[in-house]
């Protein structure tokens, strides 16, 4: 069967295909008088691509049974014109690494080498990846001597390619079949990667740069030293700077891999280049990759090199770089020995911190601010006081939002050390600026803290302090605002108990129901269906239901269908007198309702009466088929 078209479906056809023809061969009893010619009647074949230009060449496989095994027989390369979408060709590129089931498992996978090269020369980057992705997944499937014969070829070939793109697809496959091959098989890869890492064009240059580390993991300790590192000084002195910072991420897997005495030597004055590079790209890399290359090179090198380029990168002139650095702040200060670390966060770090607090990009500052918090716990309750305190109190104040939210996010750090109080005072106008944000996304994200806000500070300084901002919040005029808030409420009952809910909140809650705007009351259903969870059967039957069921004769019908769907929300958790005396003739009449929308989850709110009726009666002829009816294994609510 010849697979033409451009659709996604035809890659499924063509794996199904195989799988369908393999479980018949599977389940077929071949009978003697059967020929070759009888069961080629079976064949399945599928186009792949290769070249360029839309032309293509070879056939993926043609498969065929003999007596006792599937075998799969690579057809001739031919000139074939099959459909270039990308799209297709990057379904192929994924189907095909998973096919080596389908051509007669590993000793037949070598047949999809040729379809997987043809596809990881094509144009297109995503393509060529997947391409590449298949090829070395199925690497691991190859034999030694199949890794030799056909794979080691297919990547020398691509390697030596003339177009780019077959140079940057070689550069991805060096480090799976090195580790397999002979001695003399390695020096030929080792010698392709060489090259491709000198290459002309700066693209494969880049390719070769981004598996630098990857193919370092793999090689001898002695070629690390004579070849890996030479190439690695090449590429960090590149003229491109995208070439340069994939350098530096392949520093990181470099000096992991060699021994402490040979990293002053062969990796530091590189990596102190690309501290000081001229491009701002090179130097925000190493300020991303800078906790790594510390743990990578070690706490002596870090005390002598890495402290005072960490300086130099939260001084950079590029706010890009300054916020890279700001962002790795506390986990460089952990990292640091700790016979030295309180005396270079106090001397060398903190007065860069200082800063960067008053920095004029609001990015720095925020990176900063949320990772600042974090020193207290390393630098201990005496130097958070003296020294950090002023600092968070600043940034409490600042003119950016996203500051200030990063600071709140992050209090339970400073609870820990000094406790909350302290901050009480510069707090509380941060929270109600926050929380009165003309942008809705930052009034949400204050939303999500205030359960954590309201554990650390106590019930006390809740109520008197913020209650009313909870309030607030159900009736702001953003929907994504209301919602978050009655969840919030949720979750503060849950912290503070559902005594306080019925003294504090519940009033309130149950006052919006009179409040003209019909979106504000069904806030106070919504904000009831979440409480009666946590609020529990007494609270809500005495408190709640009363004012569900007073809302059903409301004049707005967006507020009646809601009530249906309060009732059918609680249901589960008022007992079985209530539903049947209470709820079901609400939902009757709700039934009997002129708009179609109340009528429907009206019905729909029916179907509980019965179903709970229903699980009830079953838990009760549980009890008695045991024998141990009692009012406490069988209780009302159900």
């Given at each position: 069967m010849?697979?033409?078209?451009?659709?996604?479906?035809?890659?499924?056809?063509?794996t199904?295909?195989?799988?369908?023809?393999?479980?018949?061969?599977?389940?077929?009893?071949?009978?003697?008088g059967?020929?070759?010619q009888?069961?080629?009647?079976?064949?399945?074949?599928?186009?792949?691509m290769?070249g360029?230009?839309?032309?293509f060449?070879?056939?993926l496989a043609?498969?065929?049974a003999?007596?006792d095994?599937?075998?799969?027989?690579?057809?001739?390369?031919?000139?074939?014109?099959?459909?270039?979408?990308?799209?297709?060709?990057l379904?192929?590129?994924?189907?095909?690494?998973?096919?080596?089931?389908l051509?007669?498992?590993?000793?037949?996978?070598h047949c999809?080498?040729?379809?997987?090269?043809?596809?990881?020369?094509v144009?297109?980057?995503?393509?060529?990846?997947?391409?590449?992705?298949?090829l070395?997944?199925?690497?691991?499937?190859?034999?030694?001597?199949?890794?030799e014969?056909?794979f080691?070829p297919?990547?020398?070939?691509?390697?030596?390619?003339?177009?780019?793109?077959?140079?940057?697809?070689?550069?991805?496959?060096?480090?799976?079949?090195?580790?397999?091959?002979?001695?003399?098989?390695?020096?030929?890869?080792?010698?392709h990667?060489?090259?491709?890492?000198?290459?002309?064009?700066?693209?494969?240059?880049?390719?070769?740069?981004?598996?630098?580390?990857?193919?370092?993991k793999?090689?001898?300790?002695?070629?690390?030293k004579?070849?890996?590192?030479?190439?690695?000084?090449?590429?960090a002195?590149d003229?491109?700077?995208?070439?340069r910072?994939?350098?530096?991420?392949?520093?990181?897997?470099?000096?992991?891999?060699?021994?402490?005495?040979?990293l002053?030597?062969?990796v530091?004055p590189?990596?102190?280049?690309?501290t000081?590079?001229?491009s701002?790209?090179?130097?925000?890399?190493?300020?991303?990759?800078?906790?790594?290359?510390?743990?990578a090179?070690?706490?002596?090198?870090t005390k002598?090199?890495?402290?005072?380029?960490?300086?130099?990168?939260?001084k950079?002139?590029?706010?890009?770089?300054?916020?890279?650095a700001?962002h790795?702040?506390?986990?460089?200060?952990e990292?640091?020995s700790?016979?030295?670390?309180?005396?270079?966060?106090?001397?060398?770090?903190?007065?860069?911190?200082?800063e960067?607090?008053?920095?004029?990009?609001?990015?720095?500052?925020?990176a900063?601010?949320?990772?600042?918090m974090?020193l207290?716990?390393?630098?201990?309750?005496?130097?958070?006081?003296?020294?950090?305190l002023?600092?968070?109190?600043?940034?409490?104040?600042?003119?950016?939002?996203?500051v200030?939210l990063?600071?709140?996010?992050?209090?339970?750090?400073?609870?820990?050390?000094?406790?909350?109080?302290?901050?009480?005072?510069?707090?509380?106008?941060?929270?109600v600026e926050?929380?009165?944000?003309?942008?809705?996304?930052?009034?949400?994200?204050?939303?999500?803290?205030?359960?954590?806000?309201?554990?650390?500070?106590g019930?006390?300084?809740?109520?008197?302090?913020?209650?009313?901002?909870?309030?607030?919040?159900?009736?702001?005029h953003?929907?994504?605002?209301r919602?978050?808030a009655?969840?919030?409420?949720?979750?503060?009952?849950?912290?503070?108990?559902k005594?306080?809910?019925?003294?504090?909140?519940?009033p309130?809650v149950?006052a919006?129901s009179?409040?003209?705007?019909?979106l504000h009351?069904?806030?106070?259903?919504?904000?009831?269906?979440?409480?009666?969870?946590?609020?529990?059967?007494?609270?809500?039957?005495k408190?709640?239901?009363?004012t569900?069921?007073?809302?059903?004769?409301?004049a707005?019908?967006?507020?009646r269908?809601?009530?249906?769907?309060?009732l059918?929300?609680?249901?589960p958790?008022?007992?079985?007198?209530?539903?049947?005396n209470?709820?079901?003739?609400?939902?009757?009449?709700?039934?009997?309702?002129?708009?179609?929308d109340?009528?429907?989850?009206?019905?729909?709110?029916?179907?509980?009466v019965?179903?709970?009726?229903v699980?009830?009666?079953?838990?009760?002829?549980?009890?008695?088929?045991?024998?141990?009816?009692?009012a406490q294994?069988?209780?009302?609510?159900?």
């Amino acid at each position: 069967m010849v697979v033409y078209g451009i659709e996604l479906r035809v890659l499924m056809v063509v794996t199904n295909s195989f799988k369908l023809f393999q479980n018949q061969l599977d389940d077929r009893e071949l009978m003697e008088g059967d020929s070759q010619q009888d069961l080629a009647m079976c064949r399945t074949s599928a186009r792949s691509m290769a070249g360029t230009e839309g032309h293509f060449k070879g056939a993926l496989a043609t498969t065929v049974a003999g007596s006792d095994t599937t075998r799969l027989l690579p057809l001739e390369s031919a000139q074939h014109t099959i459909y270039d979408e990308d799209e297709v060709l990057l379904a192929l590129a994924e189907q095909l690494g998973t096919f080596t089931p389908l051509v007669g498992g590993p000793e037949y996978v070598h047949c999809l080498l040729p379809p997987l090269e043809s596809l990881a020369t094509v144009e297109e980057t995503v393509v060529r990846d997947k391409a590449v992705e298949s090829l070395r997944s199925i690497s691991q499937e190859h034999s030694p001597a199949d890794l030799e014969a056909h794979f080691v070829p297919l990547v020398k070939r691509l390697a030596s390619g003339d177009w780019f793109t077959s140079r940057t697809s070689a550069c991805g496959l060096f480090s799976v079949c090195y580790p397999r091959v002979s001695s003399t098989v390695k020096a030929e890869i080792r010698q392709h990667f060489r090259n491709l890492c000198s290459d002309d064009t700066p693209m494969v240059r880049r390719a070769a740069a981004s598996k630098l580390g990857e193919f370092a993991k793999v090689l001898e300790l002695e070629y690390i030293k004579s070849e890996i590192i030479p190439m690695f000084t090449n590429l960090a002195s590149d003229e491109q700077d995208s070439v340069r910072l994939l350098a530096v991420e392949a520093c990181v897997s470099i000096a992991q891999l060699l021994p402490q005495e040979d990293l002053e030597s062969l990796v530091m004055p590189t990596l102190r280049q690309a501290t000081e590079d001229k491009s701002w790209r090179v130097r925000y890399m190493v300020a991303d990759k800078f906790t790594e290359l510390q743990k990578a090179v070690g706490p002596e090198i870090t005390k002598t090199d890495l402290v005072p380029a960490f300086q130099n990168l939260m001084k950079d002139c590029e706010a890009e770089v300054r916020a890279a650095a700001s962002h790795k702040v506390k986990e460089f200060c952990e990292n640091l020995s700790s016979d030295c670390r309180e005396n270079v966060i106090m001397t060398q770090i903190l007065p860069c911190v200082k800063e960067l607090v008053s920095d004029a990009n609001q990015h720095v500052k925020s990176a900063l601010a949320s990772v600042i918090m974090g020193l207290s716990p390393i630098l201990g309750k005496d130097n958070t006081i003296e020294h950090l305190l002023p600092l968070f109190l600043a940034q409490l104040k600042d003119e950016c939002p996203e500051v200030r939210l990063n600071i709140i996010s992050n209090l339970d750090c400073v609870n820990e050390v000094i406790g909350i109080r302290q901050l009480s005072q510069s707090l509380l106008p941060a929270i109600v600026e926050l929380a009165e944000d003309t942008k809705w996304r930052v009034r949400l994200a204050i939303i999500e803290y205030m359960p954590l806000l309201a554990g650390q500070l106590g019930v006390e300084f809740f109520d008197e302090k913020l209650n009313s901002l909870c309030m607030a919040w159900l009736v702001d005029h953003v929907y994504a605002i209301r919602e978050a808030a009655t969840s919030n409420l949720k979750k503060l009952v849950e912290k503070f108990g559902k005594d306080w809910a019925q003294a504090t909140i519940i009033p309130k809650v149950l006052a919006m129901s009179n409040d003209p705007n019909y979106l504000h009351r069904m806030t106070t259903l919504f904000c009831i269906n979440v409480l009666s969870d946590v609020c529990g059967q007494e609270i809500t039957t005495k408190h709640m239901l009363p004012t569900v069921v007073r809302m059903a004769g409301d004049a707005v019908p967006n507020v009646r269908f809601n009530v249906a769907k309060s009732l059918q929300k609680i249901g589960p958790i008022l007992d079985n007198s209530t539903l049947q005396n209470e709820v079901k003739p609400v939902l009757e009449t709700l039934n009997q309702d002129q708009d179609v929308d109340v009528k429907y989850f009206a019905q729909e709110a029916l179907t509980i009466v019965p179903m709970l009726r229903v699980r009830l009666i079953g838990r009760i002829c549980s009890c008695l088929v045991r024998g141990s009816f009692s009012a406490q294994m069988c209780p009302q609510r159900v």
